[in-house]
């Protein structure tokens, strides 16, 4: 999507887009447990204000967002009353640094080592083409044995903005090649949102975890 997509969703109080959500992601509650997260850096990438990152700064050692509109960030700090310093594209608090900057952008040496990634809101908010890009940056940042937790969206009939309808064997045609994938959650939603905003047929919320195996090769 354009990034003034973006900037004007936010400017609308995010109401252009499904994804915010004021609670505690469940399945972050019953697969990303404290003793999961204890001593990894987790990243989340296209991060908004999720109050996920509150949890993850609880229990893991690090955590580091990406967003790529400032104004995200800042209701994030102020929402939940969090001092930060900030140095240039970096909100930095303890155990937690949120970096103001477009994902595609980011090299290892700005996200330093990561051990998780956490997107429930990345994949399924870009269409095809960046689909494929975000994949790619998501395997140059990920160390071999890293995991992902991934969260899609299924439903019908699609629709053309995000957040995205992603299939499993969506999933599995992007990471196949050099990630292992355990299919954990695929529950219909008959009273989601999404279905009574926009007249959906069925909804089903996936997750998936997923643990890097491989550097692709490259030719």
């Given at each position: 999507?354009?990034?003034?997509?973006?900037?004007?969703?936010?400017?609308?109080?995010?109401h252009?887009?499904?994804?915010?959500?004021?609670?505690?992601?469940?399945?972050?509650?019953?697969?990303?447990?404290?003793?999961?997260?204890?001593?990894?850096?987790?990243?989340?990438?296209?991060?908004?204000?999720?109050?996920d990152?509150?949890?993850?700064?609880?229990?893991?050692?690090?955590?580091?967002?990406?967003?790529?509109?400032?104004?995200?960030?800042?209701?994030?700090?102020?929402?939940?009353?969090?001092?930060?310093?900030r140095?240039?594209?970096?909100?930095?608090?303890?155990?937690?640094?949120?970096?103001?900057?477009?994902?595609?952008?980011?090299?290892?040496?700005d996200?330093?080592?990561?051990?998780?990634?956490?997107?429930?809101?990345?994949?399924?908010?870009?269409?095809?083409?960046?689909?494929?890009?975000?994949?790619?940056?998501?395997?140059?940042?990920?160390?071999?044995?890293?995991?992902?937790?991934?969260?899609?969206?299924?439903y019908?009939?699609?629709?053309?903005?995000?957040?995205?309808?992603?299939?499993?064997?969506?999933?599995?045609?992007?990471?196949?090649?050099?990630?292992?994938?355990?299919h954990?959650?695929?529950?219909?939603?008959?009273?989601?949102?999404?279905?009574?905003?926009?007249?959906?047929?069925?909804?089903?919320e996936?997750?998936?975890?997923?643990?890097?195996?491989?550097?692709?090769?490259?030719s």
């Amino acid at each position: 999507m354009h990034i003034q997509f973006w900037v004007d969703s936010w400017n609308a109080g995010g109401h252009k887009t499904s994804f915010h959500r004021q609670d505690v992601h469940p399945y972050v509650l019953k697969y990303l447990t404290p003793e999961v997260l204890r001593d990894k850096r987790v990243l989340v990438p296209l991060c908004g204000k999720s109050v996920d990152m509150i949890y993850f700064r609880e229990h893991a050692a690090q955590v580091i967002g990406v967003e790529l509109v400032e104004k995200a960030i800042l209701e994030f700090f102020a929402e939940h009353q969090i001092p930060f310093t900030r140095r240039g594209a970096r909100f930095e608090a303890d155990r937690l640094t949120i970096i103001c900057n477009n994902f595609f952008s980011l090299n290892r040496v700005d996200i330093g080592p990561i051990d998780w990634i956490y997107d429930r809101a990345a994949l399924v908010a870009l269409p095809l083409p960046l689909r494929q890009q975000y994949v790619c940056q998501v395997d140059k940042l990920l160390p071999v044995g890293g995991q992902q937790f991934v969260n899609t969206l299924e439903y019908f009939p699609r629709l053309e903005t995000p957040p995205f309808s992603i299939a499993p064997d969506e999933v599995a045609a992007y990471y196949c090649g050099n990630h292992s994938i355990c299919h954990l959650e695929q529950p219909t939603l008959p009273g989601h949102g999404m279905v009574r905003k926009f007249g959906l047929n069925f909804l089903k919320e996936h997750g998936f975890l997923l643990t890097k195996c491989s550097e692709t090769a490259i030719s």
